[in-house]
Structures are given as C-alpha cells and as structure tokens.
C-alpha cells in the first residue's frame, strides 16, 4: 500500500485517498514536547482504569458491571436493574451534553485527549510497531524495500503482538460484562460451555484488531458521525488546534525572514504535517479531519525554539484571538447548553434518590379479587418481591391497619442473592359493609446490610358492588 506524501497533500479530496481512491498508508513523525507528555500520562491514566476496573471490588460485588444477561447494571456496590432505565436517559443526557459543552468550549477535544481510538491507537498500537519495525523513516523504507526475510520477521511479530493485545482488550471488555470471576471461569471450560460470551470474545478482537491496527485515522475521517456534527457545534469563541496565520503568514522555506522582516515566522518545514496522524496540513485552517490530537503544536514549538523565535504559532486558540477580537467564554448558546445539563443533572439526582435496592410490587389478583365468607370480605392479592442484590435479603410484611388483617398475618421469609419471589396473599375486613377508607398501608422491612429499611406501600380494598 502506498504511503502519504505529506508535502503534496491534495486540495480537492480526502489525503489519505490517492486520485483513484485508493487508501494511502499514514506514518506519522515521531514527536516530542510538552503537550505529547501530558497527554501520554493522561492515557495511561485512562488505559489504567480501563483495565483495573473490572478488577475492583466493592461492598463485595464488582465495583462497575453491566451485566446484561440478568438485566442489571451495578456501580459501586449499588444495584441498578430495569426498572430503574429513566437513570439510564439522563446518565446518557449528562453524558451527551458533557460532550457538546466540551466540543463547543474546545473543539475535538475528546477526540484528542479521551477517545478509545486515540488512546489504543496511538499508546499501544503505534507504540508496538514503532518498537518492533522502527521510526517513521525505518517504516517507510520497509514499505518501499522489496520484500526481504527481516521484514516478514518483523511484520509477522507485529502481527502477533496486535492479536495478543487486541485479545487482552476484547477480553477486559468483556470482563465488564460478565465480571472477571466468571470470565476466568468460562476460559477453563470449553467453548461449547459459553458459546454466546466466546462468540462475541472472538468478534470483538477481530473488531479491535481491524480497526486500531488496520483502519486507523480512517474510522475518525470517514465514519465517525461526532466528527461530522462538531462543527455546527463550535464557533467564533471555540478554542482549537490553530495555526497563527496572521503570524506564520507569509510562509517562505528557510531563515528568510532574518533579512526580511515582512516575512512570517512560518519556515514552511512541514514538521507540523508530517506527525499528524490524520495527514492534514493545520495552515489550511480548521478541517473536519483535525482530531485535535496537539502533535503539531509540539512540533511547531521545537521548530521555533530551534530557530530563536517564540513558540506558538501553532497553539490552542480561538477564532477571535487570531483574528485580535475579544475572545468570550459565555455566549447564549453555552448558557442554554447549561440550562439542559442543570435539568438533566437535577432529573438524575432526583431519580436516584427514588432508587431502591429491594423491590415489591403488590397487585390484586385478576380472578375473584375478593371472596366473602363468614369471617368478613377475603381480598385476594399476589406480591412479587425482588432482591437485585448480591446477598441474601430477609423480609417481614405486614398490614397498618385497625379494620383490616393480613392473612397469613405476617409474610416473612429471605430471598436469595439476584432471585424473586411471588406470594399470594389475603387481606381479610371482618366490618367491610361499614368501611369507610378502602386504602390500607403495608409495611415492608427488608434487612440490607445488616440494616433493617422500612418502606410502605398502599394496597386498595375491593368491595362487593
Ligand atoms: S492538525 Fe494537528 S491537532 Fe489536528 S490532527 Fe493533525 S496534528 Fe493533530
Ligand atoms: S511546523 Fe511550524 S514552521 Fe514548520 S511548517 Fe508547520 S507551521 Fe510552519
């Protein structure tokens, strides 16, 4: 496959397709400054909690599981099932609207700094074939070199190293779904044991392998659909990746500029194209391929620093501070943003409060709801109690009530871990022709972590018409 020429970028289509549309290989330089060292840290930061948190426990039970099979989610200890899917539309609110307020403050920046495919792709993937094959020129001159032994040496361990790595992710993925304990578990039996969790162990590292090792930069250009909406939701004040025209302009090849002082600060080096990973030259100003990566802002600044003149010219900025406009933080747009993070924040916290770790749901029973016998009116009712939990919960259930009575008079008992239970029940109105209030309360005590909770649940009387 032919490689990038970074110094003859094409104008009229995407730079990593060459005239006929075929795919053009990126290797992008080597770089080094402050912002790839912060940035290095803050991915393994996030590669860190990637992979330990599968392994974390908590209160007993795995501190995040989605454990789709019994339908529950658990977050520090505290189970969330089904019922609990409104938390589900506001976490994705807080989540989706974090992600527009960040984008319209500072561009890509997710893209950058957070987003899975950069952080593979560019502290593991990129960091195997660099170790294994060389540099960018050691890369390039394999590519071009006719094929010789060393090279399907060193390709055949690439390859082996991405199935390896890609195996390890698809299985810590996994692990967030069913838990290591049980992932462990199914490894040392055969696959027929676990066809669906080996299927999708399996589709996920061929997944993982085609993309950070294969498709690359491609997925971020052609069919990442944040990278197509972003710029309707940047503008004017949006602080991105930039390249100071006002200063770099005009460009011209070489030390020039130490004669003629009209010149720009730009030596036309093209440092700064050739380590971007997407193959775009930032002096052409912002461009949908631009994940706001700051591998030419470092490069840049060596640039400048090697050639005595200050650094950043390419650098975070705004539209306004380029063009010497007053930059604004607050615009109405951010203000309203604001405004639907506050509602959803506020639905979350409320919903959360409503949560509940033991859940009892009490209906009347569809045929003959009441039966009259000599002892007063018999109301027949079912319950379905449910523990979500990861340990057994002991229950005791009884009527609030002078002019009514349960019947058995308490319902007590202990469900198991993750089971439910349905119990009938009566409610037996010795005086029902003289009743006046048809609602009755039922007190429910469950014992939670050693912690005895009371809740109350309304039930209604039926009477004979
Ligand atoms: S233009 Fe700069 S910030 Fe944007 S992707 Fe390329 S190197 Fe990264
Ligand atoms: S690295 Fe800086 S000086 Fe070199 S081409 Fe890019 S903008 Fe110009």
């Known amino acids: 496959m032919s490689t990038l020429d970074f110094r003859d970028l094409p104008e009229d289509r995407l730079a990593t397709t060459d005239a006929e549309g075929n795919r053009l290989w990126i290797i992008p330089a080597r770089v080094r400054g402050h912002w790839k060292n912060r940035k290095t840290i803050f991915h393994i930061v996030l590669l860190a909690i990637f992979v330990l948190t599968p392994w974390l426990r908590w209160g007993g039970s795995p501190i995040v599981l989605f454990d789709i099979f019994n339908r529950q989610f658990v977050f520090f200890g505290k189970v969330f099932a089904s019922h609990d ?100 578990q199914m490894m040392q039996q055969p696959p027929e044991e676990s066809w669906t969790t080996f299927l999708f162990v399996i589709v996920f590292t061929g997944l993982i392998l085609f993309d950070f090792a294969w498709f690359r930069e491609q997925f971020c250009i052609i069919m990442c659909p944040y990278g197509r909406f972003q710029s309707v939701l940047m503008d004017q004040n949006s602080v991105t990746v930039s390249y100071d025209y006002n200063r770099g302009e005009p460009r011209v090849r070489g030390l020039k500029k130490d004669q003629d002082p009209s010149l720009g ?60 406009q007053a930059q604004a933080f607050w615009s109405p747009r951010l203000f309203g943003y604001l405004g639907v993070m506050g509602l959803l924040i506020g639905g979350f916290i409320f919903t959360l409060s409503q949560h509940q770790s033991f859940y009892v749901a009490i209906l009347r029973q569809n045929q003959r709801p009441y039966v009259v016998t000599e002892s ?72 939670i972590k050693g912690q005895w909770v009371e809740k109350f649940e309304t039930i209604r009387a039926v009477l004979p018409k």
């Not at 319902?411 to 009566?426: L, Y």
């Open 85 to 184: 899917a409104p938390l589900l539309f506001f976490v994705l609110g807080i989540l989706g609207f974090g992600l527009i307020i960040a984008t319209a403050l500072y561009g890509r920046v997710w893209c950058g700094w957070a987003c899975p495919q950069t952080v593979f792709i560019e502290q593991v993937f990129r960091r195997i074939e660099t170790w294994v094959v060389g540099n960018r020129a050691a890369q390039l001159a394999a590519r071009k070199a006719p094929m010789q032994w060393k090279h399907i040496r060193r390709n055949t361990l690439k390859w082996i190293l991405f199935v390896l790595v890609s195996t390890i992710l698809a299985h810590t993925f996994i692990a967030y779904f069913v838990s290591w304990e049980k992932l462990l």
């Open 265 to 324: 600060d730009c030596i036309d080096c093209y440092k700064c194209v050739s380590v971007c990973p997407t193959g775009i030259d930032i002096r052409r100003g912002t461009q949908l391929e631009c994940i706001g990566c700051t591998a030419c802002i470092d490069a840049c600044d060596e640039v400048m620093e090697k050639v005595n003149r200050p650094k950043g010219l390419i650098r975070y900025a705004s539209q306004n501070e380029l063009e010497g």
């Open 376 to 447: 007063g009116l018999m109301n027949n009712f079912k319950m379905h109690l449910k523990n979500p939990t990861f340990e057994p919960v002991e229950y005791s259930i009884f009527l609030d009530s002078e002019v009514a009575e349960l019947a058995p008079e308490k319902i007590t008992g202990m469900i198991e871990a993750n089971q439910d239970v349905h119990r009938p029940f009566f409610v037996r109105i010795p005086q029902w022709e003289t009743l006046d209030e048809r609602s009755l309360t039922m007190v429910i005590r469950y014992k």
